[in-house]
């Protein structure tokens, strides 16, 4: 007598009275989709007198120094409980020839500071690949970086924050007075993030507004993330001097 067959009843669809049927690997394509499913976007913009203004220092791209204004870190797939995905397509780069037309666009601003200077590519590839590729099932590349610098286009930061009398002066602000200010200026509260300058002093580093899956409008945050700022914060100027 041959050796029993084990039963495999429970890969197939349908039962055992017919011809075995195709195995359709369905739980295991719905959970590599259900991975890159998000909640909503921060759309995070960073002030550039602040990033240099550390221990660290910063270093200008080497397409010139960046204009005196706030500039895009990244647009970020969330999750509701503050939680997010990171790094989801091994196997989707970041390719140039993919958005040759907004080159220009990013350079000006999607600037990189960080050392030694170089020319963006380092920088976009990785927020492409930590966060564009959890979004892949909304935004192709093109439409991932369009998207954030269409999302730039929509809130001049720095003037709300000076039709509100908070200036890149070196001052200190109250904590208060930025968020109102950016909340007058875009109907929504954002999230605001302090660095140390090498006093250790807080410094308004990152404001974060929350867009919709679709990448195109901000939306109230579902949550808000910690900032790491005090009641009262400095605005440091981003003069002319050589990084």
């Known amino acids: ?114 050392c030694p200077s170089g020319n963006g590519v380092k920088f976009w590839t990785h927020e492409w690949v930590k966060h564009g590729t959890c979004s892949e099932s909304v935004l192709d590349q093109h439409q991932y970086f369009e998207s954030a610098l269409k999302l730039k286009g929509k809130v001049n930061l720095v003037q709300a924050l000076q039709d509100a009398g908070i200036y890149p002066d070196g001052s200190t602000y109250s904590l208060n007075s930025i968020t109102e200010a950016i909340r007058a200026a875009t109907g929504h509260t954002p999230g605001i993030e302090c660095n140390r300058d090498e006093s250790r002093n807080p410094q308004l580093y990152q404001i974060y507004m929350c867009v919709d899956t679709s990448g195109s409008s901000i939306i109230e945050c579902p949550k808000l993330p910690r900032g790491g700022c005090s009641s009262q914060v400095e605005f440091p100027s981003f003069g002319s001097e050589s990084a």
């Open 1 to 114: 007598m041959g050796k029993p067959r084990k039963s495999t009843d429970s890969l197939y669809f349908g039962t055992m009275a017919g011809p075995p049927k195709v195995i359709f690997l369905i739980p295991l394509l719905l959970c590599l989709c259900v991975a890159q499913d998000f909640d909503f976007f921060y759309f995070v913009q960073q002030w550039p007198g602040s990033y240099c203004d550390t221990k660290a220092s910063c270093c200008y791209p080497t397409t010139g120094k960046p204009a005196a204004n706030f500039s895009i870190h990244g647009l970020w797939p969330n999750y509701n409980d503050g939680s997010y995905p990171s790094n989801c397509d091994p196997d989707s780069q970041f390719q140039p020839s993919e958005v040759s037309d907004l080159i220009g666009r990013m350079r000006k601003d999607w600037p990189t500071l960080a």
